[in-house]
């Protein structure tokens, strides 16, 4: 029905949310040069995201497979 509408679009859209809260805040407190280093971290964090169970994001924290 809808092609923009599927899984991978709305898996992407936490860290669309959270990059945007970590660019607001860098522009409001006026600490640009911890910018990249956060924006970075944000999107490893979701890439590194691969089950959004609790129990799958737990392995994932403690190295479990």
């Known amino acids: 029905m ?5 899984a991978k679009v709305i898996a992407t ?5 959270a990059v945007n809260i970590a660019t607001f805040s860098v522009w409001m407190l006026n600490i ?3 910018s990249m280093p956060l924006v970075l971290g944000i999107i490893a964090g979701g890439l590194a995201d691969l089950d959004n169970g ?3 994001r737990v392995k994932n924290i403690l190295g479990l497979s």
């Open 2 to 6: 809808n092609n923009w509408l599927n």
């Open 13 to 17: 859209i936490p860290v669309f949310i």
């Open 54 to 56: 609790l129990t799958g």
């Open 32 to 34: 640009s040069q911890q």
